[in-house]
């Protein structure tokens, strides 16, 4: 199996493909390439960085 995943979406990736194939799955991972972030992402990330710059 083949997917282009974005970096973000594999948090814990490794964990849970282990955990649901009681260890015998694995997966490597290279890099493709940049991508533009989405809007409503690029949003998200603005906000939570102003959050925590403001906390500081």
Known sequence: L???VPLAELNKYS???SSLTSGRATFTMTFADYQQVPAEVQ????KDYE???KDE
């Not at 949003?43 to 603005?46: E, G, W």
């Open 2 to 4: 083949k997917a282009r």
């Open 15 to 17: 964990t849970t493909l």
């Open 43 to 46: 949003d998200k990330l603005l």
């Open 51 to 53: 959050s925590n710059d």
